[in-house]
């Protein structure tokens, strides 16, 4: 939504207060760093995502195909972001939230 020094100070709160992040957290945490000049920690939580999903590779927020997610990708599933909003963890709650917001960014 274009918020990415808020997006990134969000992440690196959660993130030190614990929470261990999935995919979805570390493609986020990249790329709200990456925008908001913080290149170094963007690249430190590339590293953590290829580790858990490799298929993100060539979607860094520095790759020419960083607007393209996968069509196939989570953000387009509406049954799993709804299931991720209604789950009591916060951290899913943040997920959809990204996934929806990166859904009506791309659509205009």
Request: net charge neutral; charged share 30%; glycine share 6%.
């Amino acid at each position: 939504m274009g918020k990415y020094k808020e997006a990134y100070r969000w992440l690196k709160s959660l993130q030190k207060r614990g929470f261990e992040g999935d995919a979805a957290f570390y493609f986020w945490l990249s790329h709200a760093a990456y925008h908001s000049g913080h290149e170094e920690a963007s690249r430190q939580a590339w590293d953590q995502l290829k580790k858990i999903d490799p298929d993100k590779d060539g979607y860094a927020p520095w790759s020419e195909h960083a607007a393209m997610p996968h069509a196939d990708a989570l953000e387009h599933d509406r049954d799993y972001l709804v299931k991720k909003l209604d789950h009591t963890k916060k951290a899913n709650d943040f997920s959809a939230c990204f996934y929806w917001g990166n859904q009506l960014i791309s659509k205009k």
